[in-house]
């Protein structure tokens, strides 16, 4: 889809592009063991143990470091009921270098292995970025909620099924152009 003129042109390109799911997700949802999911997530490796594009500057000592750190938190984490307590183990973990994202991207990954989801928009990195393109000054917010969202694209989540983390991707992906669209603040 070359020119995307409103949300509906945004998400039903989102849609197109995301048939091709994350690979580090679906290594980790491979596994058969919480041990090597952690290991896995945390250094954001695939099956050709490449690392993922929002990891790689952070390096591969640094990001098996936390991952060695993480792994201390396997029977924590084994009891984990949302994804709030997973991100809020993972974030208890400090290491110098990994930032929000690498931890965010982390308990996402051991989310998916777990079947526990992210029950909010987290607001971090390109998120934050395209959500301020979108509605403006987010005043110190973590995340959104549903009631958040302007109704042109909250009205896709019940359409298209979406997901929080498929808002996640979208404001990350379109942050560019929510910005040039003028989506702002068009609640009916």
């Not at 470091?65 to 208890?92: G, H, P, R, T, Y």
């Not at 292995?113 to 393109?133: M, Q, R």
């Amino acid at each position: 889809m070359s020119e995307l003129k409103n949300f509906g042109d945004v998400v039903c390109d989102y849609l197109h592009k995301s048939k091709i799911k994350d690979r580090n997700i679906q290594y980790c949802m491979q596994q058969t063991e919480l041990h090597k999911v952690i290991e896995i997530a945390a250094c954001a490796v695939d099956e050709n143990n490449k690392i993922h594009e929002h990891q790689r500057r952070v390096g591969k000592i640094k990001l098996q470091e936390f991952a060695n750190l993480l792994k201390q938190k396997e029977q924590e984490i084994k009891k984990v009921k949302k994804f709030d307590e997973l991100l809020n183990i993972i974030k208890s973990i400090k290491c110098y270098r990994i930032g929000e994202l690498v931890r965010y991207d982390t308990a996402e990954r051991i989310g998916f292995f777990l079947k526990i989801y992210p029950e909010k928009i987290y607001l971090h990195a390109g998120v934050k970025v395209g959500v301020k393109n979108l509605l403006g000054n987010l005043y110190r917010k973590n995340f959104l909620i549903i009631d958040d969202l302007p109704y042109e694209l909250k009205k896709y989540k019940s359409e298209f099924n979406l997901q929080f983390y498929d808002f996640e991707s979208i404001f990350c992906q379109y942050k560019d152009k929510f910005e040039q669209l003028h989506f702002r603040k068009s609640n009916p």
